[in-house]
C-alpha cells in the first residue's frame, strides 16, 4: 500500500484529485495539520480489507484463548477458603 503524505490545505485545494489518487491507485493519503498526521483518507475498498483482516486475526486470537481455556476445563480451581486452610 503506497502512502502520499499531504497538508490540509493542499488536500483542501484538490480534494477531488486525493479522492481520485485513493480511488484508483490504492493509496493512502495521510492528511498533515502543521506538520503533524491527523488523519488518513483511503478508498472504501482499502477500508474493507483492512477490516477483514482485524477480523481475522480477532477470530484468530478468540480461537486461541479458546483453546487455552478448554485445556483447563477439568481442573479443580482452588478457592480462597481452600488456600486459607
Known sequence: MTEHRISAT???????????????????????????????????????????RADAREAAAAATRGAAGASDAGEPVAQAADLEA
Open 10 to 52: 493542499e488536500a483542501r485545494r484538490h480534494f477531488g484529485k486525493v479522492l481520485r489518487q485513493v480511488t484508483e491507485t490504492d493509496a493512502v493519503s495521510i492528511v498533515e495539520f502543521r506538520g503533524v498526521p491527523k488523519v488518513a483518507i483511503l478508498s472504501r475498498a482499502n477500508d474493507e480489507r483492512m477490516k477483514a
